[in-house]
């Protein structure tokens, strides 16, 4: 049983050796357990501080890439290194190392496919009070888009295991976190989380720059998700707000045409019409996208068997 600890890092060099220096080498359950460092195209002494570390595995961007990016080229590289757990924790030694047993101890038992870290995020105390709130309604939407039960949904210490691996996605390029419980979600995987520490203060978020950003990012992000994991559902719904509208003033209409009122109130039966119809049309997109979603489905599993004919090769590689 291996396990790989990932690491995406941009300019980290302040931060990474202690974060390195926390990190377990041996896990109960666990016969190895590797180190991997992203640099998404680090200007410092990121790489430097990496090896000098220890670091087993480093894989370079030329630039910037952002951290979904960063993510997604972590998880294939521990793939194809055969890694059978996959556990991806912050540069900035956030989240407490001592935990990361308690993080994968789900998966060991079969319990899980994937496990989210829990901070207790009413005890951070750098945390703004505004941004205790918006952590709180954030991880309430993605618990209600992906049907699961994830108390801190932009939690990034989580441990995956190879077959969940496997069948990640990420297409938004702002972060991995939300999306990629709402795809497992919507997918079928068991999904557990454990409470978890984080450590003292040492670097403001890269992510959160400013409360504004950060809300309508994620506000983006969880509409972008739910429009491609549940089309028929969205347009549904974003159709009846029109439709009910025009049909209410189609209504009234009605009611005064048949009571005898002098005027036509013509404007109000050409609202009425063009209200109803984009409602429909709305309608429509949603069967239109409801099919093309099937056909994603199709490509993902195709996709799946590409991928475990690609690690499988790569593993026996390494066997060898």
Known sequence: MKLIIQIPCYNEEATLGVTLSELPRQIPGIDTVEWLVINDGSIDRTVDVAKASGVDRIISFDRNQGLAKAFMAGIEACLKAGADIIVNTDADNQYCAADIPKLVEPI??????????????????????????????????????????????????????????????????????????????????????????????????????????????????????????????????????????????????????FGGTPRSHVPSLVVSAILILIGVQLWIFGLVADLMAVNRQLLEDIQLRQRRAEIEKCSSKIEI
């Open 108 to 257: 060991l038992q079969g319990e899980a496919d994937i496990v989210v870290g829990a901070r207790p995020i009413q005890e951070i105390k750098h945390f703004s009070p505004t941004k205790k709130f918006l952590q709180k309604i954030g991880s309430l939407v993605v618990r209600i888009a992906s049907n699961t039960n994830i108390p801190d949904a932009p939690s990034g210490f989580r441990a995956i295991s190879r077959n969940a691996a496997l069948q990640l996605n990420v297409f938004n390029p702002y972060t991995y976190t939300l999306e990629m419980i709402i795809q497992a979600g919507q997918k079928g995987m068991a999904i557990a989380s454990v409470p978890i520490r984080t450590n003292d203060y040492l670097r403001p978020s890269r992510l959160v720059k400013s409360i504004p950003s950060y809300i309508q990012r994620s506000i983006l992000t969880i509409i972008r998700i739910f429009m491609t994991y549940q089309p028929l559902q969205f347009f549904s719904i974003l159709g009846t707000f029109p439709f009910s509208l025009g049909a209410m003033l189609g209504i009234r209409w009605l009611v005064l045409f």
